[in-house]
């Protein structure tokens, strides 16, 4: 299959690129001329395409060769330019794909609707109120739309995944810390589930979407997180275990974390008529996001994708650690 794959300059679309071509599938890798790196070292007969789904290019004569898509092109910090390149991507797309991946995010789900440690899965509710988020969210949610009107109207087979937290290398998710105070490490939620999945494991299962059976839907949503989890304040102690430059850990328990919340903005509505902006750690919405405690499972990618996370935790906080470490003393 000739895999046609955005963002590959990035941080998980590199690690896509590589799990496609272990696979056996032909790659078209398509880099922004702008990233640090514009030509990364991909893998011998990865064809690089550079080119900014934002403008017109080169690009869309090359998409016409694809049979599948994956699409990881994300802009952070801007809305409206991701938004306007999943809109050109979509309009440049070939008719007769086989199959379209996209990468969304956990964070699209309403973290406030379920109960009390309930499981969050496929069938969680998503965000009904997405202007109380930040605008990754709200990207995440506008892409969804978008990507699955486009697949329904043109009979486009989709698979929409949504990662969690993905970790390796250079994404060390601050080993757990939600604020440093100096030499000290604050623990929100200590005992919650770091939502996380290695960011080869999340390669193999998007690259494993392009060929799942979709049992006669047209569409599917496939969570993908690691099946090994810890809580941030274990994630935390193991990292200082293997040699990181962390903060002494301080936990803060969610129960507690969530007082401070709700009293802010007793406090904000009382003498400022709820005027101020609570920063994040204080508001309860994103306090929930981040910290609250839920189960999770990765029942239906095991299932769908024939897929198993293979990174084990110890030897993945292992692996960041010592990147981590590397740099600081090449650097």
């Known amino acids: 299959m000739k895999v046609f794959v955005t963002g590959a300059g990035g941080f998980v679309g590199k690690a896509v690129v590589a799990a496609a071509v272990a696979s056996g599938h032909s790659v078209m890798a398509m880099c922004r001329p702008i990233s640090r790196n514009p030509t990364p070292d991909f893998p011998d007969g990865v064809q690089t395409v550079i080119g900014d789904l934002c403008q017109t290019g080169e690009w869309q004569e090359a998409l016409q060769e694809a049979d599948a898509i994956i699409h990881c092109a994300v802009r952070f910090n801007s809305l409206a330019d991701s938004v306007l390149a999943t809109e050109n991507l979509l309009a440049a797309a070939p008719a007769g794909l086989t ?8 964070a699209v789900y309403d973290y406030t609707a379920p109960r009390w440690l309930a499981t969050m899965d496929e069938h969680s509710p998503v965000e ?16 969804e739309q978008l990507i699955g009107d486009h697949c329904r109207e043109h009979a486009i087979p989709l698979v929409m995944t949504r990662p969690v937290a993905i970790y390796g290398t250079s994404r060390n998710w601050l080993f757990g810390c939600a604020r440093k105070l100096g030499p000290l490490d604050l623990i929100f939620g200590p005992l919650s589930k770091l939502r996380l999945i290695h960011v080869e494991d999340c390669a193999s299962a998007l690259v494993a979407a392009l060929t799942a059976r979709l049992d006669g839907r047209d569409a599917v949503v496939i969570n993908l997180i690691a099946t090994e989890l810890c809580g ?16 002494f850990g301080i936990p803060v328990p969610y129960v507690l974390l969530r007082t401070l919340g709700w009293t802010a903005v007793a406090i ?37 994708l024939n897929w198993e996370p293979r990174v084990s935790l110890r030897s993945g906080i292992r692996e960041i650690v010592e990147f981590k470490n590397f740099k600081k003393t090449s650097g």
Not at 280 to 296: A, C, M
């Open 232 to 247: 941030h304040w274990s994630f935390h102690r193991q990292a200082r275990k293997f040699g990181a430059k962390t903060g």
């Open 128 to 143: 009904r109120e997405p202007e109380r988020r930040d605008v990754y969210t709200q990207l995440k949610l506008r892409q």
């Open 99 to 106: 199959r379209f991946v996209h990468v969304s995010s956990f």
């Open 268 to 304: 904000n509505k009382l003498f400022f008529s709820g005027r101020k902006t609570l920063p994040k750690t204080l508001e309860p919405v994103l306090q929930e996001v981040s910290w609250r405690p839920f189960r999770y499972s990765n029942k239906a990618a095991r299932t769908l």
